[in-house]
């Protein structure tokens, strides 16, 4: 029963891979997009706001649809990396990590936000009253006490990123080997005659990985909770 078929072990990796490398590259963004919302004001931040949040509102699919317009080798994004720098992110693991990465995206930003406006801004006006800089604030204060909640949020978009499937299948279909994650592997199974068990299996192996990084999540928000009452 448990035992998995190179099928399932090329789709286990392959989601493991691009969930890893679509949290990497989306922190340090998610980041600087939850310092701006927790501590800045300007104009046109709401609307800027709203767009970072658009995935969380709106169907995968018409995600996934925007990405295969902006960043298919027709796009108008796309088709100029294609040709300057060879890039290309349709129909390959690029694009389904570009997909999981705007998944993941408004749910760290949201997480890492709630984590720094939970750090006393008094502290940040002492450290600064005594001449650091904004950026060595950051990096002595607001990091170090927020760091519990954005290891939590990080967690949390690489459980995101290991079930998105809505964007990714519209971006950069379902290909066996390059682009069939857990999901896409699991809903191809369910469609196939024979293949419920492969599909109970694939199912178990996601929520065991989604549970997991749940549990480690809570862990981390919880420390943090501790951490600032400490402060």
Not at 120 to 132: F, M, N, Q
Not at 136 to 154: C, D, E, M, N, Q
Not at 163 to 169: N, P, R, S, V
């Amino acid at each position: 029963m448990f035992g998995l078929s190179e099928f399932e072990l090329a789709a286990l990796g392959l989601s493991l891979k691009i969930a890893l490398i679509a949290t990497l590259l989306t922190l340090p963004l998610a980041l600087f997009l939850a310092w701006l919302f927790a501590r800045c004001q300007f104009k046109g931040r709401n609307l800027l706001l709203g767009i970072v949040h658009l995935p969380l509102v709106m169907p995968p699919v018409v995600i996934g649809l925007f990405l295969l317009t902006a960043f298919g080798k027709q796009g108008y994004i796309g088709s100029w990396l294609h040709d300057l720098f060879g890039i290309s992110f349709a129909f390959n693991w690029k694009g389904a990590a570009l997909a999981a990465a705007v998944m993941a995206l408004p749910l760290m930003v949201r997480s890492i936000q709630l984590a720094i406006e939970n750090v006393p801004t008094k502290l940040e006006k002492a450290a600064r009253s005594l001449g650091s800089s904004s950026l060595k604030t950051f990096f002595t204060i607001t990091l170090p006490l927020s760091i519990s909640g954005i290891v939590g949020a990080t967690i949390l978009g690489f459980a995101r990123s290991l079930g998105e499937f809505g964007a990714t299948i519209t971006f950069v279909s379902n290909i066996p080997g390059k682009t069939q994650t857990l999901p896409l592997a699991l809903y191809t199974m369910t469609q196939v005659p024979d293949g419920e068990a492969s599909a109970y299996r694939l199912a178990i192996i996601s929520a065991v990985l989604a549970l997991a990084a749940i549990t480690f999540s809570e862990i981390m928000a919880r420390k943090a909770r501790q951490q600032l009452g400490k402060s």
